[in-house]
C-alpha cells in the first residue's frame, strides 16, 4: 500500500466531511444555520459520501472513462440527501421552499441509496477492473527460475 495515496485518500475524505458538513449545517457552526432538523441519515449519507470519495480517490486511475461522471452524479446525489432543501439557494432559485419540502424533502433518503449504489457499484466496477488487468500483467511477465 503506498502511504501517499492512503494520505491523499484520507485528507480526501476529511476535507469532503468537513467542507460538505459546514456548508449544509451539519457540523455546526456559526457561519451557517440549518433550517431542517438533522437526522442521523443525513450524518449517515455525508459519512458514506465522504469514504466514498476517498476511497474514489484511492482507486482513481488514469484510464477512468466514465467513472468521473458517475462519481459526480454520486456526489450530486449524495448531497442532496444530506443537505438541507430549503438552504440550498439554486433549489429555492428554481423552486419555492414549500414545493421542496413537499416534494424533496420526502425522496431525500431515496436520493442518499442511490448515491450509495452508485458509488458502491463504481468502486466495485474498478476493483474488478484493476484486479483483472493486474492478472493480465501478471502473466505476461516472463517468469525467473
Avoid: H, W
Wanted: with cysteine; hydrophobic share 45%; aromatic share 10%.
Amino acid at each position: 500500500m503506498d502511504s501517499r495515496r492512503v494520505a491523499k485518500a484520507a485528507g480526501v475524505s476529511v476535507g469532503a466531511f468537513a467542507l460538505f458538513g459546514i456548508i449544509t449545517g451539519l457540523v455546526p457552526n456559526s457561519i451557517y444555520t440549518r433550517m431542517v432538523p438533522r437526522t442521523g441519515l443525513d450524518y449517515l449519507f455525508l459519512g458514506l459520501t465522504a469514504v466514498f470519495l476517498g476511497a474514489y480517490t484511492y482507486q482513481r486511475t488514469n484510464a477512468r472513462g466514465r467513472d468521473d461522471t458517475t462519481v459526480t452524479a454520486g456526489a450530486v446525489l449524495g448531497f442532496l440527501a444530506f443537505g438541507c432543501p430549503v438552504c440550498n439557494s439554486i433549489l429555492l432559485a428554481l423552486f419555492s421552499s414549500s414545493a421542496l419540502m413537499t416534494y424533496l424533502d420526502p425522496v431525500r433518503p431515496l436520493l442518499g441509496a442511490v448515491s450509495v449504489l452508485l458509488f458502491a457499484g463504481l468502486l466495485y466496477a474498478r476493483s474488478r477492473r484493476t484486479c483483472v488487468s493486474c492478472a493480465g500483467e501478471q502473466s505476461a511477465q516472463p517468469q525467473s527460475d
